[in-house]
């Protein structure tokens, strides 16, 4: 029987040589342990690398764990590697990527309703970017496609699952923010080096 550091170091091994996504079900099929054992160790790595002064973090992204560069040395990343500067996204993206992560799975009709605007070329430029997917076809005429979040969305927003989200304004679910905790960071900007 594979001792807890053995198993540990197996995972972390996994995690690090995937540069991808790794399900956490696949890793306890490897490992011949179950999926919430598997948890339990990622939940280990996260306190060992989740750290301010660490160079690399463990996301959990529903279900699936992945090891990325720590956001605070994006920088001499990038410099390092010759790594162009991604633009940021535009409002019109935020806003579309807010009403789809909020209701999805939705039509591009259903986007263009909420904001009021043609969202043809940002929900284009969103899949193109990874951050949008189809999700199938809606049954009424003409079967308009229906479009959801990607896992990429996700890692860029340094999200575990969509149910992270916050509650939307108005919907009388907002919670206080606690002055004692930072509220994690968003970014609005695609960067290689997070992926």
Wanted: aromatic residues 6%.
């Amino acid at each position: 029987m594979n001792n807890l550091k053995e198993l540990l170091g197996k995972t972390e091994a996994i995690l690090f040589a995937s540069g991808e996504p790794v399900a956490l079900d696949r890793i306890a099929q490897v490992l011949g342990i179950r999926t919430y054992a598997v948890e339990e160790l990622v939940g280990s790595l996260q306190k060992k690398y989740n750290k301010p002064e660490s160079g690399v973090q463990l996301l959990l992204l529903e279900g699936s764990a992945q090891f990325c560069t720590n956001p605070a040395f994006i920088e001499p990343v990038r410099d390092a590697l010759d790594l162009k500067r991604n633009t940021p996204l535009s409002q019109a993206a935020m806003e579309v990527l807010a009403v789809v992560a909020y209701n999805q799975p939705v039509t591009k009709a259903f986007v263009e309703q909420v904001r009021g605007v043609d969202c043809s070329g940002v929900v284009g430029s969103l899949v193109q970017k990874g951050l949008l997917e189809e999700r199938g076809r809606l049954e009424l005429p003409g079967r308009p496609l229906l479009y959801g979040t990607t896992e990429l969305f996700l890692r860029c927003f340094q999200l575990s699952s969509i149910d992270q989200l916050p509650p939307p304004p108005g919907t009388g679910e907002e919670e206080e923010p606690e002055e004692a905790e930072e509220p994690p960071g968003v970014y609005t900007e695609l960067d290689q080096t997070m992926l």
